[in-house]
């Protein structure tokens, strides 16, 4: 398997644009995560899903993001408007299961910089 | 709330053992990780132990866990400059992978 795979690997844009993430998780995990990842708070989930439905979207932004997984194999995360305190870079991850002892597995991740 | 502590800085030199420690808030952890990011890179998961463990060996590397002081550390033998690296320790709270807390990271760096 090609193991996770996000796009783009890096986007520059400008304040006040809408930015879309996008990622396939390894082909039958069931479990698919987004997180955030800064200097300053480390990394943070902003949300994850298990089978297509969102489990825990606490640690996302609403206002301005929204994440979606239209189908077992692809997920957006996506920031509108975007503000330079959204550069960072942003991970997805899957997984098979969701209890403890699972592998997350993580994609190269997205390193976004909004000017 | 739930908390990972690390040093954020470890030196050593190749050939030498490195030690990587990390402390942890929530005493029902039932699983705790390692993983290593390289430069560029997303994480990968390098080891775990289930809390009623109080090590775990795999090749150069050994984990030790001290539940009554919360305390985790990762030791990795014989240290090549390929290990150089941040690693993270994370803690899993309620038994699911949605509850995985990461600490700051260590950045390790192997001096030839």
């Known amino acids: 398997d090609a193991g996770v795979i996000q796009s783009p690997r890096h986007e520059v844009t400008e304040m006040g644009q809408e930015v879309t993430l996008r990622c396939k998780p390894i082909s039958g995990h069931d479990y698919l995560f987004w997180y955030r990842q800064t200097m300053m708070q480390g990394l943070e989930l902003l949300v994850y899903f298990n089978n297509k439905a969102v489990m825990d979207d606490s640690g996302m932004p609403k206002d301005r993001f929204s994440a979606k997984m239209p189908n077992a194999s692809f997920s957006t995360l996506k920031i509108q408007p975007s503000e330079p305190r959204d550069s960072a870079v942003y991970f997805c991850?899957?997984?098979?299961?969701?209890?403890?002892?699972?592998?997350?597995?993580f994609g190269p991740g997205t390193r976004l910089l909004v000017l | 709330g739930e908390d990972v502590e690390q040093s954020l800085f470890l030196s050593v030199r190749e050939g030498d053992s490195s030690v990587i420690n990390c402390t942890y808030t929530?005493?029902?952890?039932?699983?705790l990780y390692w993983y290593k990011q390289e430069p560029g890179a997303g994480l990968q998961l390098l080891t775990y132990?289930?809390?009623?463990?109080d090590m775990k060996q795999d090749q150069r590397l050994t984990v030790l866990l001290n539940k009554k002081d919360k305390h985790l550390s990762l030791r990795i033998a014989d240290t090549q400059t390929g290990d150089s690296a941040i690693y993270f320790c994370?803690?899993?709270?309620?038994?699911?992978?949605?509850?995985?807390?990461f600490g700051k990271g260590t950045k390790l760096s192997v001096k030839p």
């Open positions: 132990i289930f809390s009623n463990m």
């Open positions: 991850a899957s997984s098979l299961g969701g209890q403890g002892g699972e592998t997350q597995y």
């Open positions: 994370a803690e899993i709270y309620g038994g699911s992978q949605g509850n995985l807390i």
């Open positions: 929530d005493s029902s952890s039932t699983y």
